[in-house]
């Protein structure tokens, strides 16, 4: 069985990312990027599916993990009745190859080890031929070779490689895997031990050029880091989450792929990285919107693959378990074939971000006449929402709010730019759709905005309202909202999304009842917003202690099991930690 999803750490190499459990096993990661076919999947299943281990052979007493400060280099300890040993993994920013190290330390006294290495190419599905060359090990299966690199004698059977060794206190036992397409020849052998030192000094050095100061100084900079690690490097694309199907709920079918980038989380990541000094960043994430985000209005997704690849076609994975026994596994994501009216609203507020911070080469609202005929055209009919329910569409006040952002962005533009726009018309939409929220998505009873026009129950995104400026923080109407939401999402102090009674509610899929935790630091920054501090820090305090021993993020939270759940980790949760800090030190 894979282990619980907040004993998982990343490694990567700004092209993909590995998954590294406490007890040294790699049980995830595809190769050669992020949306690529998995090699090691034992996580949506056990190790037949693929995984590559190294731990001490026996009598593990205790395990300490921590990064490296401000890298991507993993340090796993594991103290044995023999001695300690210090296991170091990571993933040397990517030049030709991607390049796996996992260095093996003695610190005291000798241990035993044992390694096995078992790839499973294409999602677990394919054995691979082992052969010998020498001193290097080639693993081939379909069109991948992993070329393995190691000092101790290894065995091979069926398809795995296996081998027995011992440390003692400062020894060094360097193994390291190249992956190649299968009709490449074999790589150099990789230098271990200085790649992991280059790869700290890169990955510190990015930290120095960062302004992450402050009274949660540590945490940010780790949220930055990891939501560098999601980045793809080539394009600048911002990734969501390296996984996919980690289930929402134990054994459910809330279970989708993330391994794309949304223009949601382009646009709060550009938010994130420009108010940290990260403008490369920010610069490449803006030209992956540009590049992605072409053509009309009307054929905008609100999901696209790393290099800005439109189509991302879902299927189910029958010939893998599913972590802990949760299916559908699920490849690929239909909502990118959907409508979402929020898109619009992300995209031009994320343009109006880049250019008052003075990116180069952001352009303005962008097919100007083409967007604004299509918001008028299309802002009063419903749509998935920002959940992308698996149900007929809806008329979601988030999704109404986002058009009214969309509109109040371009705007701002035309009013600080002098955009050649009409900005008249602009204006009239923006109060048109105001307007109509006001009406139909607020309940006076309640004293609340609902989910959706026609409903009394709320939503977790309409803490976003206060953050849009939709009205003032403050207003009656936002802090009713969310003393609303406090009282129907809150579980045990983490919000879940929406209260989904069964098919017959919201999303068409049965209940669920797990915490997201981008929404509860939503929560800390309307609190925040609405003037009141203590408790927006008493919160804030309380989501930086979910947070596992290496200081990462999954997706959800479930607070009767004390356990993460969702895909991990979630760019979005790191994203609103790191915005959620900044909200309240300049409060």
């Excluded at 780790?222 to 969501?240: D, F, V």
Aim: with cysteine; aromatic share 8%; proline share 7%.
């Amino acid at each position: 069985m894979p282990s619980p999803i907040e004993d998982y750490a990343l490694v990567g190499d700004l092209h993909t990312a590995a998954l590294v459990s406490r007890d040294g096993s790699i049980d995830w990661l595809c190769l050669p990027r992020f949306d690529s076919e998995a090699c090691f999947a034992a996580l949506l299943g056990d190790e037949r599916n693929g995984q590559w281990q190294i731990a001490p052979a026996s009598g593990i007493s205790r395990v300490r993990r921590r990064y490296l400060p401000g890298t991507l280099v993993l340090e796993t300890e594991f103290t044995t009745a023999s001695g300690t040993v210090r296991l170091t993994d990571c993933m040397p920013v990517r030049g030709t190859d991607p390049v796996l190290i996992r260095l093996v330390e003695g610190v005291t006294g000798r241990v035993d080890m044992r390694m096995t290495l078992a790839p499973r190419f294409e999602y677990g599905l394919t054995t691979p031929r082992v052969r010998r060359h020498g001193g290097v090990t080639q693993i081939t299966g379909g069109a991948h070779t992993l070329w393995l690199f190691s000092p101790v004698p290894v065995a091979t059977d069926g398809g795995s490689v296996q081998a027995r060794f011992s440390v003692a206190g400062g020894g060094q036992v360097p193994v390291t895997a190249v992956w190649r397409p299968a009709h490449r020849a074999a790589p150099d052998q990789p230098a271990a031990g200085s790649l992991a030192a280059q790869t700290a000094r890169w990955w510190q050095a990015w930290v120095a050029g960062l302004r992450c100061g402050g009274e949660w100084r540590d945490a940010v900079t780790r949220s930055l880091i990891t939501i560098k690690a999601l980045s793809y490097q080539p394009t600048g694309g911002l990734l969501s989450a390296p996984t996919t199907s980690l289930p929402q709920q134990p054994a459910g079918v809330r279970n989708w792929d993330y391994r794309y980038c949304w223009i949601r989380d382009a646009a709060a990541g550009l938010d994130a990285f420009l108010a940290t000094g990260a403008d490369h960043e920010a610069s490449r994430l803006m030209d992956w919107l540009t590049h992605a985000v072409t053509g009309p209005a009307a054929e905008a997704q609100p999901v696209y693959r790393v290099a800005g690849e439109r189509r991302i076609p879902e299927l189910d994975a029958d010939w893998l378990p599913g972590y802990q026994g949760a299916q559908p596994v699920r490849i690929g994501n239909a909502a990118a074939a959907r409508t979402e009216l929020a898109t619009f609203g992300y995209l031009l507020r994320a343009r109006l971000a880049a250019r008052a911070a003075g990116l180069p080469g952001v352009p303005g609202p962008g097919q100007p006449a083409d967007l604004l005929s299509f918001l008028q055209a299309r802002w009063q009919r419903p749509d998935i929402g920002i959940w992308e329910i698996r149900a007929p569409p809806r008329h979601f006040v988030h999704s109404k709010a986002m058009a009214w952002a969309a509109a109040d962005a371009a705007v701002t533009m035309i009013d600080r730019f002098g955009d050649p726009e009409p900005a008249g018309r602009w204006r009239r939409l923006r109060a048109q759709i105001h307007a109509d929220i006001l009406d139909r998505g607020f309940d006076p009873e309640r004293s609340s905005f609902t989910q959706r026009y026609g409903a009394a129950s709320v939503d977790a995104a309409l803490l976003q309202l206060p953050l849009l400026g939709f009205l003032a923080a403050d207003d009656p109407r936002l802090t009713g909202t969310i003393e609303a939401i406090g009282r129907d999402l809150d579980d045990s102090g983490v919000l879940l999304r929406y209260q989904a009674q069964g098919p017959a509610d919201a999303d068409g899929l049965p209940p669920s009842a797990v915490g997201y935790l981008p929404g509860s630091f939503w929560l800390a920054r309307s609190l925040a917003a609405a003037g009141r501090q203590a408790q927006a820090r008493q919160l804030f305090t309380a989501l930086l202690e979910l947070r596992n021993d290496v200081g990462l993020l999954a997706e959800g939270y479930d607070p009767l099991r004390r356990r993460f759940a969702g895909n991990h980790p979630l760019a979005a949760a790191h994203i609103e930690l790191i915005s959620t800090a900044r909200a309240l030190s300049m409060d």
